[in-house]
Structure formats: C-alpha cells, structure tokens
C-alpha cells in the first residue's frame, strides 16, 4: 500500500477513535503533501510522501519496499526508512 493511502487510512481511523491530536497532526501531514502535490504539479507517489517529510523536517517513513524509499531518503540524515514486518 503507497505510503499516501497509509496516512489516509490513518486519519480515518484516529478520527473513529477520537484521537484529536493524532488526527490533526496527520491531516497537516497531508495537506502539506497536497501543497506540494500542487506546487510541483505532480502526483502524489511515495517520492513526494518522502521529499516533504524531509522538507518538514522528517520523520519515520514505514514501507514495504525500503531499498527503494532508503535510496530516495540516502542523502537525508533525518529520515529514517524501515520495513514493515
């Protein structure tokens, strides 16, 4: 599952929980990709997910494909990649 879809899903499910602060923080997690999803007239792919975690200032990124996000995320040293288990 694309690390966007992810972060959607968990949206819904710290709103079902009431988890407000969870669920703020990932909503300005997502309209922050949307931001940059409209400022690079781009979709939103793992690759943009990753860029503006670091432009945020990072964070972990969990994915099923890490060799691939690892290559992505390389030069950022706050950004920390790890399989999903």
């Known amino acids: 599952m694309p690390i966007y879809e992810t972060l959607?899903?968990?949206?819904?499910?710290a709103v079902k929980a009431r988890d407000t602060a969870?669920?703020?923080?990932?909503?300005?997690?997502?309209?922050?990709?949307?931001?940059?999803?409209?400022?690079?007239?781009?979709?939103?792919?793992?690759?943009?997910v990753v860029a503006t975690a670091t432009r945020l200032g990072g964070g972990i990124v969990a994915t099923g494909d890490p060799d691939d996000l690892r290559s992505l995320a390389r030069e950022q040293a706050n950004i920390s990649v790890q399989a999903l288990s």
Request: aromatic residues 0%; glycine residues 0%; negative net charge.
């Open 8 to 13: 959607r899903a968990d949206i819904i499910a």
């Open 22 to 48: 969870t669920a703020t923080t990932l909503r300005t997690s997502d309209a922050a990709i949307q931001r940059a999803a409209m400022d690079q007239n781009k979709p939103i792919d793992d690759a943009l």
